[in-house]
């Protein structure tokens, strides 16, 4: 560890005489990415700095413990010995989890599709709600998002909704998400008080830009028609809403949320790269067994993540086996300990892997 350390260190310097070369300074793209890797390695560079300082430190104070002969100053040497290998052990684990090989995707934004699924009306107002979680949470990370397409009744409830959303390791943040969200209540119609079980699905994709995806234009079925609202009925003159099917795959993406034919047709392309993508990284993953276990959840919509327990107020991820209450907050956006949990866990879970 200490070695990769020592490199990250070097590479740091590097990287900061060269932000400060006027040579480079007047191209735009080279100094754009020095500076991102710059930010990239600034966390565990400090980090490294803070440790080594730690060790030297304590190497002092050991000393002093073992040949100091006032015993008052002995005693306050080994107190202070006692508080350095606590902050060294604790800066060896942060530095193990800063050295785990990032996924190449954390940082990207992601587009996410919330669906109905068992449990007819009642789903249809859950798949509503969580939506409105993922966007409140959305908004508190000052994150941007956007529909891509929609499929309601008008009546609150949601059978389907594409959105996008940008922001700062969107995926990294989110990506736990996917998954099978169920929840028990009872519904505003059940007269008899009868508690019911329905469900949301949630897929989470990568966004997936031309560069990480090339796509034949000849494997593209380009449908145009005219976008409807509520109901069926047609709410535009002209025909807006486009269907892009890859026909090797049979990978369908839709966007009719936009007035512009061409607006639709962007949204709906960046919907099928990124189905795209994420079937080739879900390929590859089932390739490589050990990938498989370094996942907190497989991403499938058959796996039940999550329960919302609306009688007892209460929230489990059955992954992680955690439980909060305040489901109202919860369903506000208010969900960054559940993620912190996810990817705490996942962490461990890569740290076991690489024996460290």
Request: charged residues 30%; glycine residues 6%; proline residues 2%.
């Amino acid at each position: 560890m200490l070695d990769k350390l020592a490199s990250l260190e070097n590479r740091y310097d590097e990287l900061e005489h060269l932000m400060a070369d006027p040579d480079i300074a007047g191209e735009y793209a080279r100094l754009q990415n020095v500076i991102k890797e710059h930010a990239a390695i600034k966390k565990v560079v400090l980090l490294s700095r803070e440790y080594r300082q730690v060790i030297t430190d304590l190497k002092e104070v050991q000393d002093i413990a073992r040949e100091e002969s006032d015993r008052e100053l002995a005693s306050l040497a080994r107190e202070e010995i006692s508080d350095l290998q606590d902050r060294k052990g604790h800066l060896e684990h942060q530095l193990r989890i800063e050295l785990i090989p990032k996924d190449p995707n954390d940082e990207k934004n992601v587009i996410v599709e919330v669906r109905a699924g068992t449990g007819g009306e009642e789903a249809g107002l859950f798949a509503a709600e969580m939506y409105r979680m993922y966007m409140r949470y959305a908004q508190r990370a000052g994150w941007d998002l956007d529909v891509i397409n929609s499929n309601s009744n008008g009546l609150g409830s949601i059978k389907e909704i594409v959105f996008k959303i940008d922001g700062d390791n969107a995926y990294s943040r989110l990506k736990h998400e996917s998954g099978t969200h169920r929840v028990q209540r009872v519904p505003e119609t059940e007269s008899s008080g009868r508690i019911h079980t329905s469900a949301a699905t949630v897929a989470v994709l990568p966004e997936a830009e031309e560069v990480d995806l090339q796509v034949d234009p000849d494997d593209l079925q380009i449908d145009i028609y005219f976008a409807s609202g509520h109901g069926g009925q047609s709410v535009q003159k002209n025909a807006t809403a486009v269907r892009i099917t890859h026909v090797p795959t049979g990978i369908v993406a839709t966007c009719q949320d936009e007035r512009s034919q061409h607006k639709n047709r962007e949204k709906a392309m960046a919907v099928l790269r990124s189905r795209l993508l994420a079937q080739e990284v879900e390929r590859q993953q089932n390739e490589r067994s050990s990938a498989r276990k370094s996942q907190v959840g497989s991403g499938d919509r058959s796996e039940r993540v999550r329960t919302y327990n609306f009688p007892q107020d209460r929230l489990t991820d059955h992954r992680v086996g955690y439980t909060r209450h305040n489901l109202e907050a919860v369903l506000d956006g208010d969900i960054d300990d559940i993620i912190g949990e996810l990817i705490t866990h996942e962490q461990a879970i890569k740290l076991e892997e690489l024996g460290a």
